[in-house]
């Protein structure tokens, strides 16, 4: 089927309490190990993609890939620019054939944030597809956390018009020092005041009971991208010291790690769902 918008899955699956998975994939092997684990778990899924690929042609070829999987299969499956840094970002992506986009405003004071994301909004919407963006803040490793409040989370919501909100309610992005323990009480007071599907950045390391409790409060969208993108790296490592000096095309390295990617990936679909 041709590809979807955060719209076609997202709002249902806040009303029935479950969670899609968001990847942020970086190659064909990633995206075709991803793809085949959301067809095995017969599940919607989320394409991620960051926004530094829309730096030269990968995006695109992503984009390509994707549309052409999505359309020989049954599941729905929505291709969206993760952490979108411009404006201009946005409509380079919805050009290329996103069908959803983030804005990440989320380091600009709260007004200023309101602002560009009433902007994005628009011009998302405008192109028929899905914009979400985030309020207080999911550092990248050490970085700070800022968690977000319900009354900011209803107040921006109101005055933007975005169609899924990313919520800092403990995580970050990447690895953590130790297992983090979601604010829960925060997140369930947020999903309480605002309506649309909530998205919890930084999935890798999550406990599998925090992220079901999280989901109860209104987390929608779960995105994961260290932790596979991880098992990827240490996998081809593995068989190249396995292989020795001996030549080997680069697909059979791949291949054997691929199966991996898809197996943690349907195990994050079922804690999910
Ligand atoms: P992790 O890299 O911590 O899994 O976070 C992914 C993410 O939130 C991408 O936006």
Redesign the pocket.
């Known amino acids: 089927m041709p590809l979807i918008t955060f719209n076609d899955i997202l709002p249902q699956a806040r009303r029935d309490k479950r969670a899609v998975a968001?990847f942020?994939v970086a190659n064909l092997e990633t995206l075709l190990s991803v793809f085949k684990a959301a067809e095995a778990e017969k599940s919607p899924v989320i394409i991620?993609v960051?926004q530094r690929l829309f730096k030269d042609e990968r995006a695109g070829l992503i984009a390509a890939m994707t549309r052409s999987l999505a359309a020989e299969s049954g599941i729905p499956v929505a291709l969206h620019l993760?952490?979108g840094e411009s404006l201009e970002q946005l409509r380079k992506a919805i050009g290329i054939g996103y069908t959803s986009v983030?804005i990440d405003g989320s380091k600009l004071p709260f007004a200023e944030n309101i602002a560009l994301t009433a902007e994005a909004a628009k011009i998302a919407h405008k192109a028929g597809v899905t914009l979400e963006a985030e309020i207080g803040h999911?550092p990248f490793g050490d970085g700070e956390i800022e968690l977000s409040t319900a009354a900011e989370a209803a107040e921006f919501v109101e005055k933007t018009g975005a169609d899924a909100l990313?919520i800092s309610i403990g995580?970050?992005?990447?690895?953590y020092k130790k297992a983090p323990v979601l604010d829960i009480a925060r997140a369930r007071e947020i999903g309480g005041r605002v309506a649309i599907p909530l998205v919890?950045?930084?999935?890798?390391?999550v406990p599998d009971e925090q992220l079901r409790l999280a989901i109860g409060c209104g987390i929608t969208k779960v995105?994961?991208?260290?932790?596979?993108?991880s098992t990827f790296l240490k996998g081809v490592a593995a068989e190249i010291a396995a292989n020795g000096d001996t030549f080997k095309p680069v697909d059979l390295y791949f291949k054997p790690v691929e199966e991996k990617i898809k197996e943690y990936a349907r195990a994050k679909i079922k804690i999910l769902r």
Do not use: P
């Not at 995580?171 to 690895?175: A, E, N, Q, R, Y």
């Not at 919890?200 to 390391?205: A, D, F, V, W, Y």
């Open positions: 968001a942020n991620q960051y993760d952490h983030m999911v990313a995580t970050i992005h990447g690895f919890l950045h930084g999935g890798t390391g995105n994961i991208a260290t932790e596979l993108q």
